[in-house]
């Protein structure tokens, strides 16, 4: 697993844990499943909803490229545009 997405992994397990779902004696297959992901709380479901992003992203290698470019070109300009020349050594 990409260590970007072990970080939102680690936070969802964090948060199904302290759930009450948890408490009440469901296994974390069942808690993420409608009807109990409802009862979840907000950032439980906001958790799982960004590490669902974050390896859709991961697979797309369409998205994977165009954020690459898309990074080299922002890094370049911010540099630039800092006086820091086109090495970005603090990003």
């Known amino acids: 697993m990409p260590s970007s ?7 969802v397990v964090e948060c199904l844990r302290e759930s009450d779902c948890i408490k009440n004696g469901y296994s974390p297959a069942e808690c993420i499943r409608m009807p109990l992901k409802e009862k979840l709380p907000a950032q439980c479901q906001n958790l799982l909803h960004a590490y669902g992003e974050c390896k859709r992203r991961n697979i797309d290698m369409r998205y994977r490229f165009r954020v690459c470019f898309l990074l080299s070109l922002l890094r370049t300009l911010l540099c630039v545009y800092r006086g820091g020349g086109y090495h970005a050594d603090w990003l």
């Open 5 to 11: 997405c072990k970080e939102l992994y680690n936070a």
